[in-house]
């Protein structure tokens, strides 16, 4: 099964340039970084500037390896200063799904 890792930004003030910076990290690492198999984010309706980053890897272990590399940390450093505060991060392994 996968592993999936959300990480949550409060007090985001610009949605585009968050949009824009995790589009940034896919075009740059698809293939490259261990395990990455995607990710999306999310705007959460119920509070004004928290997004949910969630990026899907092959494995925890592959997860671990790419959160070691230096553009792992760069991309973290940028998302920072996107938003008030540090962000946090939840760690997922995935029990079941039904898409196909």
């Known amino acids: 099964m996968s592993f999936t890792q959300i990480i949550e930004l409060d007090g985001v003030h610009d949605e585009q340039a968050l949009h824009e910076h995790t589009a940034s ?15 999306r984010v ?10 949910l980053v969630v990026v899907d890897f092959s494995s925890a272990e592959e997860a671990a390896r790419n ?14 200063g996107l938003a008030n505060g540090e962000p946090a991060f939840h760690n997922l392994r995935e029990v079941y799904t039904t898409y196909r």
């Open 25 to 39: 990290w896919d075009a740059e690492q698809a293939g490259v970084a261990p395990g990455y198999l995607g990710s």
């Open 42 to 51: 999310f705007a959460d309706t119920d509070a004004a500037g928290r997004y």
């Open 67 to 80: 959160n070691e590399r230096p553009e792992t940390a760069a991309w973290a450093a940028t998302a920072r």
